[in-house]
C-alpha cells in the first residue's frame, strides 16, 4: 500500500524508471503470454487462395479461423471498358458477425459487409442479404494489360457461414447514343455505366425512366475516378444528382469533364419520403433492423445529344419581338395620319355619331342624362362648382362633373405613379438578381438539382445559367412594355400638337397610369426571367408580384377613365399594393394549412371588399369613422326598411353586388380548401376583379350609347383570341413546386418548338403579346370619345 500510494502521489516516479519489482514482473508477464496468444492465432487462422473464374458462382463457408481469396485477372484495352459485378448472398440465417468482402484492385480498393445495413432518413436500419457491386474501371495507358484483382472474403464469427459469390462482366456497361439500357436496381445492388461523348458531341441529356413510381431512387452524373459513389449515403458527395420517381433527365455538357466521358449512377434509397411517398407508421426501435421488403426497381437509360447551337432558337426570339413592334408602330403611324387627316372638332359641334343615333336605342339620351336637372338629382347651391361632393350626389354624373381639378396639377399628379413604380422596380429588383445568383451558385456548386424545378427535359444551359431559354422567353415582357411606352408617348404628343378641345372634349387624356403600366411590364420581364433562373417555392413570389402591379393599375386606369378627380393616388394605390405583396409573401411562407392565417385574411378580405364597394358606391363621399356604423345601419333603415326604395345608383350596385359575391366566393374558396400556392390564389382574386370590371366598363360604354372603335375591337377581338391560346400552354404544367422534385418531374415534357422552347416558353411569348394588346385595349378603348364634349359622356 505505502508504494501503490508513492505512485499515484508522485508520478513522475514511474516515468523516470524508479518502479516496484513486482510491476515489472507483471509487464514481463503479460508480453509473453501475449505473444504466445498470437502465436496460436495465427496458427490457426487459414488462408486459402483460389484461382477464379468469371461467371462461376462459387459457395463456400467461412469462420474466423479460415480466410478465403479469390484472384480474378482479365485483359484491359485501351479503346475498351469492360464492367465487373461482384455479387454475394448470404446462405446462412441470422448470423452472429457480418462478413467481410474486400476488393482489391489496382487502382483502388472496394469493401462491403454482408448483411449490408443501410440506414434510411428515419433513421431506420434495413438489412440486405443480398449485395452487388460494379467495379470501378480507369483507363489504362497502354494498349493492352492484364490486370489482377482479389476478392477477400473475412469474418470474426465463430461458427461457420455460408455465402455464395460471383463475379461476372456487365454487359453494355458503356453507353451507347440514342440506344436505351434496361437493368434493374435495388438499394443493396446499385447500378452505374460509363457513357464517352462522340466526336462533335459536346451536350448531351441523360434520361432514366422507369414504368413504376417507388421505389424512390437517385440518379447521378459523376466523373470517372475511383471510387464511384453508389450508395444512399454518399451518391452526393460529388457530381450531379436528382431524386426520381418515374423520370430523371441531366444535361451534360462535355467541357464539365476533362476525361471526356461520365459515369450514369443510379441509386436506389431505402425510403420514399424524399419522392413524396408514405412515412413509416411503425416505431421507430434504436436497435432493431427492418424488414426492406421488395425495393426492386425496373429502370432504363438512353442518352441522346442535345442541341448545342442556340442560335435559331435566339434569333426567333428575336425576329417575333422584332416584328411585333414593327407592326405595331405601322399600325400606330397609320392611325395617327387619319387621326390628323380627320381633324378636331370645334367646341360646339356635334360628334357624327351623336346625330346619327336615335334616342329610343339609347334609352335616355347624353343630354338628358346630365343636363335633366331635377329637384331629387342634387341641391341646387351656389358654390356647386367647386363643391364636388355636392355634385357627386347627382343622380346622372357626367365626365366633366369629375374632372374640374386643374388639368397640370392632376397631370403631374398622375405621373407619380411613373416615377414611384420606377423606384420600387430599381429597389424590388436588385435584391431579386443578387438572391437568384446565390440559387443558382448553389445548384451548380453542389449539383443537388432538387433545389431547381426546371422541365429538365427541355432545359439549354448557358454558361452558369441552366435554363436559358426559360430566361429568354421573358424578353417579349421588356421589348412590348418599352413599345408600349412608345406608343403612350407618340399620342401624348399627338394630343398636345393637335387637340385644341383637350380641356372639353373626350376622356381626360392623364398618361402617368399608361406610363407605369408599361414599367410593370418590363419589370413583369425582369423578374419572370429572375424566378426562372432557379424556380421554387421560395421565389414564386418574385413571378407575381408585378403581375399584381399589373392588374391593379389597370383597374386604376379604367377607374381613372371616368373618375379622374377622385381616382386614388400613387401613395394610396402602392400603399395597398404593398399590402397585397406582404400577405403574399406571408401566406407562402405560413399559409399552407393554417387555418389561423386562412381565417385572418379571410376576414380582412371581406372587409376590404365591404369598405372598397362603400367608397365606389358613393363616389368618395363616405368617410370611415366613429358614425361610420350609425350612418349605415340609418341608411338601412330609411332606404330598406322604412321606404322600401330601391337604390339610387343601379347600375353601380349590380356591380358591387356581384363583385361581392365573387370575392366572398373566393374568400370561402381560400379557407374551405387553404390552397398550398397562396401567391397565385391572391393572383386569382386580382383578375377576377379586373375581367369584372372590364366586363362592366364595356357594357355600360355600349349601354350609354358609345361605340368601340374598329382599331379598339380588332385590339380586343385579337387579345382574347391570343389570350386563349395563352391559357392553354400556361396550364401544361411541366413542373410543380407544390410537390416534391421527383414528383414534379413525372410533368416534365419536350421542347416542343425547335427543339429549343417548351410549353412555358411558349406561354410568356403569347401572354407578353396578350397583355401588350390589354394595354392598347384600354389605351384606345375611349376614342370614340374624343371629340365628344365631356358633359355629354356619361360616368359610370
Keep these: 500500500m505505502p508504494s501503490c500510494w508513492k505512485c499515484r502521489q508522485k508520478p513522475g516516479l514511474l516515468s523516470s524508471g524508479f518502479k516496484p519489482i513486482w510491476v ?23 488462408v486459402v487462395q483460389k484461382e477464379a473464374q468469371f461467371d462461376v458462382t462459387y459457395n463456400d463457408t467461412v469462420t474466423s479461423e479460415n ?51 443501410l440506414r434510411g432518413p428515419s433513421w431506420r436500419k434495413y438489412q440486405y442479404t443480398e449485395v452487388a457491386r460494379t467495379l470501378c474501371q480507369l483507363p489504362t495507358q497502354v494498349p493492352s494489360e492484364i490486370q489482377f484483382f482479389y476478392v477477400d472474403t473475412s469474418t470474426l464469427s465463430n461458427a461457420g457461414i455460408s455465402y455464395q459469390l460471383r463475379v461476372s462482366r456487365v454487359d453494355s456497361f458503356t453507353l451507347q447514343t440514342n440506344k436505351k439500357f434496361s437493368f434493374n436496381a435495388t438499394p443493396s445492388q446499385p447500378q452505374f455505366f460509363k457513357y464517352v461523348f462522340p466526336e462533335g458531341v459536346d451536350t448531351v441529356i441523360v434520361k432514366v425512366n422507369s414504368s413504376v413510381n417507388f421505389p424512390c ?26 431524386t426520381m420517381t418515374t423520370t430523371a433527365a441531366i444535361t451534360v455538357q462535355k467541357k464539365d469533364f476533362p476525361s471526356n466521358s461520365f459515369y450514369v449512377v443510379v441509386v436506389v434509397k431505402t ?36 442541341i448545342d447551337s442556340y442560335a435559331m432558337g435566339m434569333w426567333t426570339c428575336l425576329g417575333i419581338f422584332l416584328f411585333v413592334p414593327s407592326c405595331c408602330g405601322c399600325a400606330c403611324v397609320i392611325y395617327t395620319c387619319v387621326k390628323k387627316k380627320e381633324g378636331p372638332l370645334n367646341p360646339g359641334e356635334t360628334s357624327p355619331t351623336e346625330t346619327e343615333r336615335s334616342p329610343e336605342s339609347v334609352g335616355r339620351s347624353r343630354q338628358e342624362a346630365c343636363s335633366l336637372v331635377e329637384e331629387y338629382d342634387f341641391d341646387t347651391l351656389p358654390d356647386i362648382e367647386s363643391d364636388q361632393n355636392i355634385v357627386r350626389t347627382k343622380r346622372y354624373l357626367c365626365v ?12 403631374k399628379q398622375y405621373q407619380i405613379y411613373f416615377w414611384n413604380i420606377a423606384t420600387i422596380a430599381v429597389f424590388y ?25 426546371y422541365n429538365f427535359l427541355c432545359a439549354h444551359p448557358l454558361g452558369p445559367v441552366s435554363s436559358f431559354n426559360n430566361i429568354l422567353s421573358n424578353l417579349g415582357y421588356v421589348m412590348l412594355g418599352l413599345l ?65 402591379m399589373i392588374a391593379g393599375l389597370c383597374m386604376l386606369k379604367l377607374y381613372q377613365k371616368r373618375h379622374p378627380d377622385i381616382c386614388a393616388s400613387a401613395y394610396t394605390a402602392y400603399a395597398c399594393l404593398a399590402t397585397v405583396i406582404f400577405f403574399s409573401t406571408v401566406g407562402m411562407v405560413f399559409g399552407k394549412g393554417n387555418t389561423v392565417f386562412w381565417i385572418v385574411f379571410s376576414v380582412i378580405h371581406i372587409l376590404a371588399t365591404m369598405l372598397l364597394s362603400i367608397q365606389l358606391y358613393y363616389m368618395g363621399c363616405w368617410s370611415l369613422d366613429s358614425g361610420s356604423l350609425r350612418r349605415m345601419l340609418y341608411v338601412i333603415y330609411t332606404d330598406c326598411i322604412r321606404q322600401c326604395s330601391g337604390p339610387m345608383y343601379i347600375d353601380r350596385m349590380v356591380l358591387l353586388v356581384i363583385g361581392n359575391i365573387v370575392n366572398w366566393s373566393l374568400a370561402a374558396y381560400g379557407l374551405i380548401k387553404k390552397p398550398n400556392n397562396f401567391a397565385s390564389y391572391l393572383l386569382v382574386i386580382a383578375i377576377c376583379n379586373l375581367l369584372l370590371y372590364f366586363a362592366f366598363y364595356i357594357i355600360m360604354k355600349l349601354r350609354s350609347g358609345e361605340r368601340i372603335k374598329c382599331l ?73 370619345l374624343d371629340s365628344v364634349q365631356r358633359n355629354k359622356i356619361i360616368v359610370f
Excluded at 222 to 241: R, S
Excluded at 273 to 300: F, I, Q, T
Excluded at 402 to 410: F, G, S
Design 24 to 46: 515489472t514482473l507483471s509487464m514481463m508477464w503479460l508480453l509473453a503470454t501475449h505473444s504466445v496468444n498470437s502465436k496460436t492465432a495465427v496458427s490457426k487462422n487459414q
Design 67 to 117: 480466410q478465403t481469396i479469390y484472384a480474378f485477372n482479365h485483359t484491359v484495352s485501351r479503346n475498351k471498358t469492360e464492367g465487373i459485378r461482384v455479387s454475394v448472398e448470404l446462405l446462412s440465417e441470422d448470423p452472429k458477425s457480418p462478413i467481410l468482402f474486400v476488393v482489391r484492385q489496382k487502382q483502388a480498393d472496394l469493401s462491403f459487409q454482408v448483411p449490408l445495413i
Design 217 to 242: 431512387s437517385v440518379m447521378s452524373i459523376q466523373d470517372i475516378q475511383c471510387p464511384v459513389y453508389d450508395l444512399e449515403n454518399n451518391v452526393a458527395f460529388i457530381g450531379m444528382y436528382q
Design 271 to 306: 425510403e420514399d419520403e424524399a419522392c413524396g411517398g408514405p412515412l413509416k407508421l411503425s416505431p421507430l426501435v434504436p436497435d432493431r433492423l427492418y424488414d426492406p421488403g421488395n425495393r426492386s426497381k425496373p429502370l432504363e437509360v438512353v442518352v441522346s445529344p442535345a
Design 400 to 411: 366633366s362633373d369629375l374632372a374640374k381639378a386643374d388639368n397640370t396639377v392632376l397631370s
Design 429 to 453: 429588383a436588385l435584391p431579386v438578381i443578387q438572391l437568384v445568383i446565390t440559387y443558382q451558385t448553389v445548384f451548380n456548386k453542389t449539383g443537388n438539382q432538387d433545389i431547381c424545378y
Design 484 to 548: 408600349f411606352l412608345v406608343i403612350v408617348l407618340m399620342r401624348d404628343i399627338m394630343h398636345l400638337r393637335n387637340d385644341s378641345n383637350a380641356l372639353e372634349c373626350g376622356i381626360p387624356k392623364y398618361s402617368g397610369l399608361f406610363y407605369a403600366m408599361g414599367t410593370a411590364l418590363m419589370m413583369e420581364g425582369v423578374l419572370s426571367a429572375c424566378y426562372h433562373v432557379c424556380p421554387n417555392h421560395t421565389n414564386f413570389q418574385f413571378d407575381t408580384a408585378f403581375m399584381y
Design 712 to 784: 379598339a375591337l380588332v385590339c380586343i377581338l385579337f387579345t382574347a383570341v391570343i389570350w386563349g391560346f395563352a391559357l392553354f400552354f400556361f396550364f401544361q404544367g411541366l413542373s410543380n413546386w407544390k410537390k416534391t422534385p421527383a414528383e414534379s418531374r413525372e410533368h416534365n415534357r419536350e421542347c416542343i418548338l425547335l427543339s429549343f422552347f417548351d410549353d412555358h416558353d411558349i406561354w410568356h411569348f403569347l401572354s407578353s403579346i396578350a397583355m401588350f394588346g390589354s394595354f392598347l385595349v384600354l389605351l384606345t378603348m375611349d376614342d370614340d
